[in-house]
């Protein structure tokens, strides 16, 4: 069975920087495409980032736009989130998300399109 784990949160000072890591193991097929989402309290979750295991797009939320690249080790089984200028509003749980089915809507965030999920490592930006 497919197991995500996500690693590299913490406490950072607004304008600081974390990389993020979503491990992959116990599957051997190919997936459709990575995700990275947040859920900050009390707001629903969205997505941040995702890119596709076929051709490599990806896609961005606006407001991480210029901030944020996500990126892929096949050769690990390891997508990345490199954050960037980061601002307390950035502050929340991090989720990585695989989706295997080839539904469009996963290279746009659509959670539903997701079928594995990881436990997700939190982030916190504060001075």
């Known amino acids: ?14 304008g600081g920087s974390l990389r993020l890591s979503c491990a992959a193991s116990g599957f051997t ?3 459709y495409a990575i995700g990275w989402f947040r859920q900050a309290p009390g707001k629903e ?17 606006d407001s991480v736009k210029g901030r ?8 690990k089984n390891t997508v990345y ?4 200028r980061l601002k307390p509003e950035d502050t929340a749980v991090y ?7 080839p539904y ?3 290279l746009f965030g659509s959670s539903w399109a997701y079928d594995y999920w990881g436990q997700g490592t939190q982030v916190t930006v504060s001075s």
């Open 95 to 101: 989720y990585c998300a695989a989706a295997l089915a």
């Open 45 to 61: 979750r969205e997505a941040v980032s995702c890119i596709s295991d076929t051709d490599g797009s990806t896609y961005y939320v």
């Open 81 to 84: 989130l490199q954050m960037t």
């Open 104 to 106: 469009l809507e996963a």
């Open 1 to 14: 069975q497919l197991q995500l784990v996500e690693s590299g949160g913490g406490l950072v000072q607004p």
């Open 68 to 75: 944020f690249t996500i990126s892929r080790d096949k050769a």
């Open 29 to 31: 097929g190919d997936y």
